[in-house]
C-alpha cells in the first residue's frame, strides 16, 4: 500500500513510538492530542481516537487503536474518527488493530485501559455542549449499574426503583454516602470489582471523605444500611424481573455473513464452510458475527479503498439493527486470534507478513520525508539480557527416581544424574526474600513409560497436598527445562536408558535393546550451559551426525576419553567441558579434538564421518505473558483473556492460567474449592489442548502450579506485585470492602505460610541426608586444568590418589535477589524462630554430644570454645591459640581411621583439630569456616571425611 503525505494528518507524526497512551480529540474534523492529565476523562459529545503502544520481548512494538463514540457525537465526527484510524494505521505501517468503541458498549480491552472504569461526563465540542466540571457542581444522587467480573461497564440508570434488578451490581452516590446494592443473582467477583468503582466514585467525588455501605438483595428493613438505601427509594417494594427478550438475547442463533467490498459496493460471499481461501488480498471484507463486526483489509488494497471500507461499515451500523455491534478492523497477516477463530481453519504460518524492522524501516522513512526527527527509531532489535532463573541455587534439594508405584531417594552423588527411561521427582527448599519458598516437581525422560508418568504425579500431588498446597508444584519434560530447573541442580547430566523397574520391564517386555549408560561402553555427550551454575551433558547417539559446530563433547569409550570444540564455540564452552569431564569421566586422561582436526581414532569411535549442523539447539524464548481466567466444567476448561492484567485481576475464587509461551503458570486462589485446587495441573494440560492463542504450544511446555499467598519470585516478576495483597483473607469482596469502608490495609506481619510443611521429615526425609550438594559443587576440587596456582591452592583439598590438575571451581553465588541476602538482624522474631527450627533438618547447628558419649571437661570446653569462635570473636587474620583444646592427629579423626579416638563429639570432628592442621587441611581460619553456611562446611568436611 503506498502512502502519500497528504493522505496523513500532521497530528500523527511521531505517534506510536514509545510505549504507553495516546489520546486525540476530534474538533472540527482534525485530531487534536488531549493533555495526558485527561487521559480517561471522555465527554458524550465528542469522538476520540485513541492509541495503545506496546513494546513487546522481540524490540517491536504492536499496536492497538481504539476510536471512541459518545453517545451524543455527531455522525460526521463518528465518520472522521473511524477514517482517521485508518490513516493512523497508515502511519504506524499498517498493521494496528482497530476498534470501534461506542458508549456503553465499549470492549473490554478498551475498558481495561482506564482502570476502574471510564464515566462519560455531559459536553461536547461538536455539539456546542460545555464540558462540565463535575467536582465543581453541585452534588446530585445518582444510580449507575455494574456489570463484569474482571473489568467493569458503568452506566448511570434513572434513579428509580424501576431501574434496579436482581442480576446486577448498583452503585447509589448520593451527597453523604455511597451505597452499593448486591443483585442477588450477582457473584462475588463481580461485587469485588464493583467496590473499586465505589472506591473510584469516593476518591473523586467526595475527596475520600464520605460513608460506604453494603446492601445485600434480600435484606429488609431489619438491616439499618438497607433500611436507609429503601428509603431513598420511598420504601421496600419487590423488584421486577428482567424480561423473556433481555434474558434470551444471548441465545439467538448467529448467522455469520461474509461481505466484500467491491469497487464501493458491498456484495454477499456465498460458502459452505467459512475458510481463508475466501479472502483475498486486493480486496476488503466484512465479517459479520452479531456481536462483533470485522472489517479485513487485504495488504495490496489502497488508502482510499481501506477508508471506503471503513465508512461503509459506519454505515452499516446506523442504517441497520447493530448499533451495538463491536467493529475490529485487521490487517492481512496482523489479524487477531478472535478473527482467526471464526474461520474453519486458518493457515499456521500466514504468507504475508512483515518483520518488525522492515515495518517500522518503512514508517522511518515516511517520517523522515515529512521532515520530523526519527532518531533511534530504527532501534527495533531486542537488548539480548542474560534470562535470569529469579530463584535462590543455594537452598536445599532432594531427588527421587520412580519406582512403580514408589520412589527411590537418590544420594547426593547421583541426584544430578538423570536417566532418559526414567521419571524423577525433587524437592527443593530455599530462602526467598521474607519466606520459606519450595517447589516440588516431576521430571519426565523421553522414553520413561506412561505408567510411571502417572505414578510421579501421584506422589508429586501428594507431596503438595501434605504442604497444604503451599509449595510451587511443576511439570517438566526433558528437553523441556526452564532455567530454574538448571540453577537448582547447577551440574546436570541426562544418561541413555533407565535404572526403574518400569524402564527394565518395559525393555523385557517388548524386546527391545537395553541403551543404559556403562562407563565402560561408548558414550557421546554434548555439553552446553551459560556458566558453572548451569550447566548440562546430555548423551545423545554415539555417531558423527550428533555433532554440532556450536557445542562442546566428551567422547568416551571405556578409558579413551576425547573431547571435541566445535568451530563456533567459546572460551565459556571450553570451560564447561572441562568441569564436565570431572564428573563423567574425572581420573583419566583426555585427548583434545578441534573441528576439521581430528584424529581417525576418534572418526572410528563415530562409524565415520558424516555431515553435522551448526546451529545451537533451539529452546522456546519466552514471549509476551497473557492471562486468562478458567472455568473448569465438566471436564474441559473454558478460558477468557484478561487485557492489560494487573495482580488485582487474580481473584482469590477463581483460577487463571499465565500464558508465556514457554512455561504456563496456573494460579489457583485460596477460596477456589479443594477438589478443583487438586485438578490444577490438569488444567494447565488442557490449556496446552486448547492453545487459545494459536502459538502451537508444545504438549510438553513446562507447567507450574501456584498457590495465592505462595507465589515465587519468577511468578511474580510479571506483576507490579505487592506480597502483602497476599495475606489478606476472606473472599475477594470481604477482602476488598474492609478496604472501602475503613481504609483497611493488609497486615505485613502475618507469616505467608507454615516452613515447616516443607521440611525434609515431612516427605519422608533420610536423616542421614546432608544439606544441598551437586555432584559438581565449587568445593569439590578439580582433577583437569592448567592453572598452577589454582594448584597449590587446592592442594590441601585433594585425595592422596587424585592427581594434582585443577581448573578453577565455579564461584557458587546467589543468583536471586540480586541485591543480596535479607538482612537478618532485620527479620522478624518469629520469622527468626522459624528459620532456627527448620535450619536443624539441614545440619548441626550446634556441637551436640551423643547421650551414648559422656565427654570430659576439657572437651566440653573445646566445644564451648569453638561455639564461641562461631560468633566472630576471634578475627581471620588473628593467631589462634590450642590452649584448653583437646587436640587429636587428623588421621585419628577421619571416618576412615584405622586408629579412631575414642569419646569424640563425632558431628564436631574438625573441632579437635589443632589450629595449624586446621588451617592446613580447610586452607582457612576456624573463624573464617564457622562464618560458611552450614551445607558448605558439611561439603567441606565430608571431602576431608571429617563428616
Known amino acids: 500500500m503506498s502512502v502519500s503525505m497528504k493522505d496523513l494528518d500532521p497530528a500523527f507524526r511521531g505517534a506510536g513510538q514509545k510505549d504507553g497512551l495516546e489520546i486525540w480529540r476530534i474538533e472540527n474534523f482534525k485530531p487534536v492530542p488531549v493533555p495526558t492529565p485527561s487521559y480517561g476523562k471522555f465527554y458524550i459529545g465528542d469522538s476520540y481516537i485513541i492509541l495503545k503502544t506496546t513494546a513487546l520481548k522481540n524490540g517491536s512494538f504492536r499496536h492497538d487503536i481504539h476510536y471512541w463514540l459518545g453517545k451524543d457525537t455527531s455522525q460526521d465526527e463518528a465518520g472522521t474518527a473511524a477514517i482517521l484510524t485508518v490513516e493512523l494505521d497508515a502511519a504506524l505501517g499498517g498493521r494496528a488493530v482497530q476498534y470501534r468503541e461506542f458508549q456503553g458498549n465499549e470492549t473490554e480491552k478498551f475498558l481495561s485501559l ?279 541455587c543455594t537452598g536445599h534439594l532432594q531427588v527421587w527416581r520412580v519406582n512403580g508405584n514408589d520412589k527411590t531417594l537418590l544420594s547426593h552423588p547421583d541426584q544430578s544424574k538423570f536417566y532418559n527411561g526414567d521419571c524423577y521427582i525433587f524437592q527443593y527448599t530455599y530462602t526467598g526474600d521474607d519466606k520459606e519458598e519450595c517447589l516440588i516437581g516431576t521430571w519426565f525422560g523421553k522414553k520413561s513409560v506412561e505408567e510411571e508418568r502417572v505414578s510421579a504425579m501421584s506422589l508429586a500431588s501428594k507431596m503438595v497436598q501434605a504442604a497444604k498446597f503451599q509449595a510451587v508444584q511443576a511439570r517438566l519434560y526433558e528437553g523441556k527445562e526452564p532455567l530454574q530447573f538448571f540453577v537448582i541442580f547447577q551440574s546436570f547430566q541426562v544418561f541413555k536408558g533407565g535404572l526403574s523397574s518400569g524402564y527394565k520391564n518395559f525393555v523385557a517386555q517388548n524386546g527391545i535393546d537395553d541403551d543404559t549408560y556403562s562407563e565402560a561402553g561408548l558414550a557421546l555427550f554434548r555439553i552446553q550451559g551459560s556458566g558453572s551454575e548451569n550447566m548440562q551433558a546430555l548423551q545423545v547417539d554415539a555417531v558423527a551426525s550428533s555433532l554440532n559446530s556450536s557445542y562442546c563433547y566428551i567422547l568416551h569409550n571405556g578409558n579413551t576419553v576425547f573431547t571435541w570444540t566445535g568451530n563456533l564455540t567459546t572460551s565459556l564452552d571450553h570451560d564447561l567441558v572441562e568441569r564436565q569431564l570431572d564428573v563423567i569421566k574425572p581420573n583419566l586422561p583426555s585427548r583434545s579434538q578441534k573441528e576439521g582436526r581430528e584424529t581417525d581414532q576418534f572418526w572410528e569411535l563415530l562409524g565415520g564421518k558424516s555431515k553435522y549442523s551448526n546451529q545451537k539447539v533451539g529452546r522456546e524464548r519466552e514471549s509476551d505473558p497473557h492471562l486468562f481466567s478458567c472455568i473448569l466444567s465438566k471436564g474441559n476448561i473454558k478460558v477468557k483473556e484478561i487485557h492489560h492484567f494487573t495482580q488485582d485481576d487474580l481473584m482469590t475464587e477463581d483460577i487463571f492460567v499465565l500464558d508465556c509461551r514457554s ?51 519468577f511468578f511474580t516478576r510479571f506483576f507490579n506485585w505487592d506480597s502483602t495483597k497476599s495475606l489478606m483473607h476472606g473472599s475477594s469482596y470481604q477482602r476488598k470492602l474492609a478496604i472501602v469502608k475503613g481504609g483497611a490495609t493488609p497486615s505485613s506481619d502475618k507469616p505467608k505460610r507454615r516452613t515447616l510443611a516443607f521440611s525434609g521429615r515431612s516427605t519422608g526425609q533420610d536423616k542421614s541426608q546432608r544439606p544441598r550438594s551437586m555432584s559438581t559443587s565449587p568445593e569439590r576440587p578439580r582433577v583437569r586444568g592448567k592453572s598452577p596456582a589454582f ?34 538482624s532485620k527479620r522478624s522474631p518469629k520469622l527468626s524462630a522459624i528459620s532456627a527450627l527448620t535450619s536443624s533438618f539441614e545440619g548441626p547447628m550446634k556441637s551436640i554430644i551423643p547421650k551414648s558419649v559422656k565427654a570430659s571437661p576439657e572437651q566440653e570446653k573445646a566445644i564451648q570454645e569453638e561455639g564461641a569462635t562461631s560468633d566472630g570473636d576471634v578475627k581471620e587474620n588473628e593467631q589462634e591459640g590450642d590452649e584448653g583444646r583437646t587436640i587429636y592427629p587428623y588421621e585419628r579423626l577421619i571416618t576412615t581411621a584405622e586408629d579412631p579416638t575414642p569419646d569424640i563429639d563425632v558431628t564436631k570432628r574438625e573441632a579437635y583439630l589443632s589450629s595449624a592442621e586446621f588451617r592446613e587441611k580447610f586452607g582457612m581460619a576456624r573463624v573464617a569456616f564457622n562464618k560458611l553456611p552450614k551445607w558448605k562446611q558439611s561439603k567441606l568436611k565430608s571431602d576431608l571425611k571429617l563428616f
Request: glycine fraction near 6%; hydrophobic fraction near 35%; include cysteine.
Open 791 to 824: 594448584t597449590a591452592l587446592t592442594s590441601a583439598f585433594e585425595n592422596p590418589s587424585t592427581r594434582n590438575l585443577s581448573t578453577p571451581p565455579p564461584a557458587i553465588r546467589k543468583l536471586f535477589p540480586k541485591s543480596g541476602a535479607p538482612d537478618q
Open 663 to 713: 512455561d504456563v503458570f496456573v494460579w489457583v486462589g485460596q477460596e477456589v474449592d479443594a477438589k478443583v485446587k487438586s485438578q490444577a495441573m490438569d488444567i494447565g494440560e488442557k490449556f496446552l489442548v486448547l492453545d487459545f492463542l494459536m502459538e502451537n504450544l508444545s504438549r510438553e511446555t513446562p507447567i507450574f502450579r501456584v498457590s495465592e499467598g505462595c507465589e515465587p519470585q
Open 114 to 392: 482506564f482502570r476502574p472504569c471510564i464515566m462519560p461526563q455531559p459536553g461536547g465540542v461538536a455539539s456546542g455542549f460545555n464540558h462540565v466540571e463535575v467536582n465543581e457542581q453541585e452534588h446530585v444522587t445518582r444510580l449507575y449499574v455494574c456489570r463484569g467480573k474482571h473489568v467493569v461497564h458503568v452506566k448511570e440508570v434513572p434513579f428509580a426503583r424501576s431501574s434496579l434488578n436482581h442480576d446486577d451490581i448498583f452503585i447509589l452516590d448520593t451527597e453523604s454516602k455511597i451505597y452499593q446494592f448486591n443483585g442477588s443473582n450477582s457473584c462475588i467477583q463481580e461485587r469485588a470489582k464493583a467496590l473499586e468503582i465505589v472506591q473510584y466514585i469516593k476518591d473523586t467525588f467526595h475527596e475520600g471523605k464520605c460513608e460506604v455501605a453494603a446492601v445485600e438483595d434480600g435484606k429488609l428493613m431489619a438491616d439499618a444500611e438497607a433500611g436507609e438505601f429503601w428509603g431513598l427509594f420511598g420504601g421496600f417494594a419487590p423488584l421486577p424481573r428482567k424480561t423473556s427478550s433481555e434474558d434470551n438475547a444471548e441465545d439467538r442463533e448467529i448467522v455469520i455473513k461474509l461481505l466484500c467490498f467491491n469497487q464501493g459496493k458491498m456484495e454477499n460471499t456465498s460458502f459452505e464452510s467459512l475458510a481463508h481461501e475466501l479472502l483475498q488480498s486486493n480486496k476488503c471484507y466484512l465479517l459479520d458475527c452479531g456481536a462483533d463486526m470485522y472489517v479485513w483489509m487485504g495488504r495490496s488494497t489502497s488508502l482510499q479503498e481501506r477508508k471506503a471500507a471503513s465508512e461503509a461499515a459506519e454505515k452499516l451500523l446506523i442504517d441497520g439493527s447493530q448499533t451495538k455491534s463491536h467493529v475490529i478492523k485487521v490487517i492481512e497477516g496482523f489479524e487477531t486470534v478472535m478473527f482467526k477463530s471464526k474461520f474453519s481453519e486458518w493457515p499456521a504460518t500466514p504468507e504475508l507478513k512483515l518483520s518488525s524492522e522492515d515495518g517500522r524501516g518503512k514508517v522511518a522513512a515516511l517520517l523522515k520525508s515529512q521532515g520530523l526527527d526519527v532518531k533511534g527509531l530504527m532501534k527495533a532489535a531486542p537488548v539480548k539480557e542474560e534470562p535470569q532463573p529469579y530463584i535462590d
